[in-house]
């Protein structure tokens, strides 16, 4: 446990340049042929930000990148930064109704996107959008492909990148420690998304931290920059390889063979990623050791289907050790410790990466502090916390602690030895018998009933009080009988843990985010209240 820190810091820009200093020629970024130094990423960075400056941008105002990965995208952050202005992070697969919200609610001026990219009309799907929505846009700014010939879209500005790169260098660094960096958007209880606002001090020093003790300043340290810029985890990611002088080879997106490919082509030997990330790599590439170079991997959980899947990378010749991150806290706040046995390591959670980081656990419902072992809901500290949630105090307010720890809705248990172990989202604990229940416990013990291949448990009010309802996908050729499967439970946990239904579906609804796919654990639960009634 550790107690906040003073928010006190040098810019981005000055970050960056204070380490680009020491190793001017040594490469940060692979870009398909192109090999590209921090050094003249800046250097593109201050043109780019004397072509935002021409196109009206300042201090606190905010730019939005609706772009896959690309050195542009780093540039214009880059650039954003040295204005004092704030990126805004969309993510590529959000459409009209999506891009509506986060320009209209978060102010943009400006938008950054990439035309065509990978056969979408960015431009046609900009053009659904409500005008009203864009009424604060001044300008649209074409990254790669082919912009149209028009010089206007929706009454705006179109402007291509390469006119912002070859604006002479704007000299000047008006960000700041304390001023705002970038925004991520996240759900929360309302269907509108709340604006996670960082600024340049928790980027700085998280980057800083990350880039310790994940080893990015490790020399020979090549990283694969498959996951997007514009979510929390390869913004963190981004940042710490960029802060310890990794190098890191970027595709546009992940594709399973491209990666595959890059990871043999350069040696890459660290990798992160989604669970099924992991899962469709290997899948790709047949053999008992296909990926040599890779040394310590590390994976976040968001498919329970996959939840061997360290083991089985493991036999497979590649270690994955579990993390915890999310937006209000940047992505690798912490991981688990890569030497570690791997029931240890495979977990999600772990060490806090740096000094001033704290994990403490408190009971939802007495509100005391908890000791190891107890669940309860995970409440963190750091130099990675967010400034707040952009432009809702009221919803800042909620989130934190007096003490100033934000609140993470994450149910947890302490070890004892420093670390923490992620159980489930808060929302989706059970309450059961009168006990709160994990339901990654029973899920774990029904994913080992023959016919089930992956399964999702969720709690419902019936008319006979709080109970659980299994949901499952099945195994080919296999048959299932409901009551065989609770017989099969009934063996194995105590009664009020055993599910009143199982239900079987094709698939379960995910969703796509930034930083993965994610089922939609609440589309679930009206499907089972309605079934359930009560």
Sequence with gaps: MTAPTSRQSESIGRFFERRAAGRPDAAAVVWGETTIALVALLEESRRVAQGLSELG??????????????????????????????????????RAAEIADIVGRSGAQVLALWPD????????????????????????????????????????RLVGYDALHRRPPFERDHGDGPAGSIIFTTSGTTSAPKFVLHDHFSVTRHAAAVARRFAYDAPGTILLQALPLGGVFGFSQMMAALAGGARSVMPATFEPEESAWLIERHQVTSFNGSDEMVDRLLAGRPGERP??????????????????????????????????????????????RPEAPLAERGRPGGFPVGEGYGARVRDPESGRLLPPGESGELELSGPSLMAGYYGDAEATARAMTEDGWVRTGDLARLVGDGSFVFET??????????????????????????????????????????????????????????????????????????????????????????????????????????????
């Design 57 to 94: 941008v300042r201090q606190g105002d905010r730019v939005a990148l609706w772009l896959p990965n690309t050195p542009a995208w780093l540039a214009l952050y880059l650039a954003c930064a040295r204005l004092g202005a704030i990126a805004v992070a969309v993510n590529t697969r959000f």
């Design 117 to 156: 990219f990978r056969g979408v009309d960015f431009l046609g799907i900009l053009a659904e959008v409500d005008r009203a929505a864009l009424d604060r846009l001044e300008a649209i700014i074409a990254v790669e492909g082919d912009a149209g010939p028009s010089d206007r879209l929706h009454g705006k």
């Design 291 to 336: 990926f040599p170079s890779l040394g310590a991997c590390y994976y976040a959980s968001f498919n329970p289907s996959l939840d061997a899947i360290a083991a089985e990378a493991e036999a497979r010749g590649v270690s994955l050790s579990g993390l915890y991150g999310m937006s209000e806290v940047q992505a690798l706040f912490a991981r688990q």
């Design 425 to 534: 989202r808060l929302g989706d604990v059970l309450r059961l018998g009168g006990y709160l229940v994990a339901p990654a416990e029973i899920e774990a013990h029904i994913q080992r009933f023959p016919p089930v291949d992956a399964c999702q448990v969720v709690g419902v009010q019936s008319p006979l009080g709080p109970a659980a309802v299994a949901f499952v996908t099945l195994r080919d050729g296999i048959t299932f009988e409901e009551s065989a499967a609770r017989r099969f439970c009934l063996h194995g946990l105590a009664r009020y843990k055993v599910p009143m239904r199982f239900i079987v579906l094709s698939e379960f609804p995910t969703t796509t985010s930034a930083n993965g796919t994610k089922v939609q654990r609440g589309r679930l639960r009206e499907m089972a209240q309605r079934l359930i009634g009560g």
